[in-house]
């Protein structure tokens, strides 16, 4: 198996992208390719130390950079590393890619040159949220801001898949983001997507709530574009926030901070579960082949991650098994 890495989108520099890269690659189960300034990869190279065997070069000489519009970016900048990684999933030289650049302009590079799956209108951007029993899936959270029920039911049909092969869940429970629960809540697009998702070759529960992202009732959580990206800014947010108050308050007394030192494994788990670098980057469901975005502020735990979300995409078959499913 071999990864495409575009090593020069991250708001952090190539370096901390090297540093996970390098880090998914000590465990010599895949090649890494590693696209960007070739002057800039060698020199990280030596720097890092790296003496594994698995790394290969592909130079690209420009960068999208995150301020660009998508369309203009793709259009004029053919040799970015950007474009270079998907060319390379695009003519059978990798398996996968991974960036962590501007997500717009390699959403739409990837529907351009790799295309969506056949019978798939529109791709999807999804992300684990954590839950109380371990995570749920979100799609879609900002590829396309206005939907109709085909592309909701279709994200269902893709989340479905993802959740059951990646994370290893036999029937994952599929649930409708909704104000409501009762069938007739909601607005035009949810009223008829939820007619539709009941005939779906899914186990589709119903309407969910917001709430219901996070308490596990449910496994996979679609909505349009424009909800899911509110919802995962404001959680981003609200998962730091609630970190900081936590640690100014286990600072604020004698007695807090005894029961800090006490309860120091749980908070260490507590900040885990609210990392976003621990669940990996986010695929693009429909583009037809394995496309991973990482968070732009990735840290190079997030990049690894992404790395082998990517390897486990690819190994478990996961966009044939969207295909089939589609024909049901």
């Known amino acids: 198996m071999k990864i495409a890495v575009d090593v020069m989108g991250s ?4 370096s901390v992208v090297m540093q996970g890269a390098l880090d998914a690659a000590k465990k010599q189960t895949f090649d890494l390719v590693l696209v960007g300034d070739e002057k800039i990869i060698k020199k990280e190279l030596t720097e890092l130390k790296y003496t594994g065997s698995n790394i290969q070069i592909k130079h690209a000489s420009e960068i999208i950079e995150m301020h660009e519009s998508p369309s203009q970016a793709i259009r004029r900048k053919k040799d970015s590393s950007m474009i270079k990684a998907i060319d390379l999933v695009k003519n059978k030289e990798a398996d996968a890619v991974v960036s962590a650049g501007n997500t717009g302009a390699y959403m739409a590079a990837s529907a351009i040159y790799i295309r969506t799956i056949e019978g798939i209108e529109r791709p999807a951007i999804a992300t684990l949220m954590p839950a109380l029993s371990g995570v749920s899936l979100l799609l879609d959270v900002g590829a396309n801001v206005d939907c109709s029920p085909l592309n909701l039911y279709q994200f269902a049909i893709m989340g479905n898949e993802y959740i059951k092969y990646i994370l290893k869940k036999g029937n994952p429970k599929v649930g409708l983001l909704n104000i409501g629960e ?5 607005n035009e697009l949810t009223k008829k997507t939820y007619e539709e998702l009941k005939k779906a070759p899914i186990n589709f529960v119903g309407n969910v709530e917001g709430r219901d992202i996070f308490n596990g009732k449910v496994d996979v959580i679609v909505c349009d574009g424009f909800i899911g990206n509110v919802i995962l800014k404001a959680v981003e947010g609200l998962g730091e926030n609630i970190y900081l108050k936590l640690r100014n308050e286990l600072k604020s007394s004698l007695l807090s901070k005894i ?13 885990k579960s609210l990392n976003y670098a621990e669940y990996g980057g986010a ?10 975005k990482a968070h732009g502020n990735s840290s190079s735990l997030a990049i690894k991650n992404s790395i ?13 098994h969207i295909k089939e499913r589609l024909k049901n």
Do not use: M, Q, T
């Open 308 to 320: 082998l979300v990517a390897e486990k995409f690819v190994n478990n078959h996961v966009n044939e």
């Open 182 to 186: 009762e069938e007739h809540k909601g």
């Open 11 to 14: 708001d952090k520099g190539p």
């Open 259 to 271: 029961g800090a030192v006490l309860s120091r494994e749980a908070y260490k788990n507590f900040k």
């Open 283 to 292: 695929p693009f469901l429909g583009i037809n082949a394995v496309c991973i």
